[in-house]
């Protein structure tokens, strides 16, 4: 059987990370810039943005909106994409270092009981119906030899936390006598949907509806 899971941003301020749009914003909005430019531009975001943005979407959403104030040349072009180039650094920067807060290793026991359960956990969360679907597959698939389930983990976070505790996992199942002779399964390694650290991370509008005019709908802007 294959489990996907798809996680995001709860799954790292559960993990005691501050990660939020709210505290990532703080940050940024008290961040010195040397450029005249980007600090105008600073300013036109959070106009944008006003005081009852909440999430990471309502960041993304200004950023778009927020294009109707540039020139529609390749100037504007250039002074949104130092706007979003620096944005982009310092979420980064910021993200680097939350990443680092992270006490895996410290939570060994916790993280190792919990992967045991997820399948448990799983099926705790469906409906009568699903859980009977479920039942239903399993005993439909051919039985393989050796045949263990698989677990994919899709998120949407830039950290890697989760790809720290699942190198516990891994390492556990190597290195360490598990109660029970727990079948672990087959880990896959995580698909990171916006990027991670250390790589080009994403961010930006879902859709060109997201951009209030043809500003950034051009072949130039879709290739920079």
């Not at 080009?200 to 951009?211: C, K, P, S, T």
Request: glycine share 6%.
């Amino acid at each position: 059987m294959n489990y996907t899971f798809l996680l995001g941003n709860g799954f790292d301020l559960s993990m005691g990370l501050r990660t939020s749009y709210r505290d990532f914003l703080r940050v940024y909005q008290a961040a010195p810039s040397n450029s005249e430019s980007i600090r105008q531009a600073k300013t036109a975001l959070f106009d944008q943005l006003g005081p009852r943005a909440e999430l990471w979407a309502d960041l993304e959403r200004a950023l778009g909106m927020l294009s109707s104030r540039f020139p529609h040349n390749s100037e504007g072009l250039h002074q949104f994409y130092s706007l979003q180039n620096d944005l982009v650094e310092h979420l980064h920067q910021y993200f680097l270092t939350e990443n680092s807060r992270a006490q895996v290793a410290a939570h060994q026991e916790e993280i190792l009981q919990a992967f045991a359960n997820l399948r448990a956990t799983l099926r705790e969360h469906l409906t009568p119906e699903g859980r009977q679907s479920l039942e239903t597959l399993r005993h439909t698939l051919p039985v393989r030899q050796n045949n263990h389930d698989a677990f994919r983990f899709v998120t949407f976070n830039y950290t890697t936390v989760l790809d720290q505790c699942l190198a516990l996992v891994t390492r556990a199942r190597r290195e360490l006598s598990l109660p029970g002779q727990i079948d672990w399964g087959h880990v896959q390694d995580v698909l990171h949907i916006h990027g991670t650290m250390g790589q080009r991370i994403i961010l930006g509008v879902d859709n060109l509806e997201q951009i209030p005019n043809d500003f950034g709908k051009s072949e130039e802007l879709k290739l920079g």
